[in-house]
């Protein structure tokens, strides 16, 4: 059937493989916004101070699981913060015990909370060493943080001087380029088959550089890498439908308070959990593409992870524009959720 005359398609339910819940008030305001649809979570370390050992791993995941919502099964999946006196050890008793499923790495500076993260990629070595023998996966916050660099080249540069050198000391590492927004990682993730995926947030598929800066500054849509020329949206766009098993959903639904967006320097991050399986069925439907929409959000993921789908479905269903929340409410103060600039007509159904 053509898409067009679709109104009902039932998937997996989905998990996200990139996703900030923060901590205390936030994090209470935030969970049941992913809860919702959603069963499983890569949650993000950059807390302050960030999760770097199994020990601070184990105790954020009891915190995320005391705010869960009565009745909720969510499984959060937990992430260690790469510095440079990470203990390979740690690492290995973290993913053996089943506490941590892989390594985060933030080149320092790169973006909110990343003062901690990697400078000297030499330093680091014995840890991914490790990984690639235990089989952990690295995450990687894929942009350079040199001045001089142009801010929108700065995730194709770090495909040239970071990726490559450490997939080539290193091939046995699985490796997750995370977020990508440029053809030029698309391309680059197609071309390598072995131990490389990617994710694709739901904003990078809707907007476009021009969302954020023409006819006036528009702070919600910035984000950490900044969204790119349209060209690169339409590639991540054939990306994420072609059901190439790489690449899967990382919502990097990252929630900053309206106070802290709307400042002279405003943080990076758009918040998405909200409606985020809204805005996707949008964007598969206008590329003919619903078929494959489970694969992107419930199958791949899992996949890449050893891990099996989930049991569970939800439905979506077609009918009058939904009425999500401009903004939700946390402890400190309202967060915009993200607008995709379009009328959402995908109702999510859950059992
Ligand atoms: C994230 C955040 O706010 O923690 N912001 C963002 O723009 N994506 C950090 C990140 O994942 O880069
Ligand atoms: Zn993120």
Not at 252 to 272: I, M, R, W, Y
Not at 311 to 323: F, M, P, V, Y
Request: glycine share 6%; net charge negative.
């Amino acid at each position: 059937m053509p898409d067009k005359d679709l109104t009902e398609i039932t998937l997996r339910r989905p998990d996200d493989w990139h996703l900030h819940l923060r901590d205390g008030a936030m994090l209470k305001a935030v969970l049941p916004e992913t809860t919702r649809h959603f069963e499983r979570a890569i949650v993000m370390p950059n807390l302050v101070p960030p999760v770097v050992t199994a020990k601070e791993a184990a105790a954020y995941r009891a915190r995320i699981l005391a705010a869960r919502p009565d009745g909720s099964t969510f499984t959060p999946l937990m992430m260690l913060y790469l510095t440079e006196d990470t203990d390979p050890n740690d690492v290995e008793y973290a993913h053996k015990n089943g506490i941590a499923t892989a390594v985060k790495l933030y080149p320092a500076g790169a973006t909110t909370n990343s003062a901690s993260g990697v400078r000297d990629f030499d330093k680091v070595r014995p840890v991914l060493d490790r990984m690639a023998e235990i089989g952990m996966p690295l995450c990687v916050h894929g942009e350079v943080t040199d001045s001089e660099i142009d801010i929108f080249d700065r995730e194709a540069v770090f495909i040239d001087r970071v990726l490559k050198p450490i997939r080539k000391k290193n091939p046995d590492l699985r490796v997750v380029m995370e977020h990508v927004t440029t053809e030029d990682a698309v391309d680059y993730v197609r071309d390598h088959r072995k131990n490389l995926a990617a994710t694709i947030t739901t904003h990078h598929l809707i907007i476009n550089r021009n969302h954020i800066l023409a006819g006036g500054i528009r702070p919600h849509y910035y984000c950490l890498p900044v969204a790119k020329r349209e060209k690169h949206r339409v590639a991540l766009v054939q990306a994420a439908i072609s059901g190439d098993k790489r690449f899967f959903l990382g919502t990097d639904s990252a929630p900053h308070t309206d106070v802290n967006k709307l400042q002279e320097c405003g943080c990076a991050g758009v918040f998405s959990a909200t409606n985020t399986m809204s805005c996707l069925a949008e964007v598969f439907e206008a590329a003919g593409a619903l078929g494959k929409l489970e694969a992107f959000t419930s199958l791949n993921g899992p996949a890449f992870y050893g891990m099996e789908p989930n049991e569970a479905t939800i439905t979506l269903r077609k009918g009058d524009a939904a009425n999500y929340p401009a903004q939700i409410q946390s402890g400190d103060g309202p967060v915009t959720v993200f607008d995709p600039g379009f009328p959402l007509h995908w109702h999510v159904h859950t059992t």
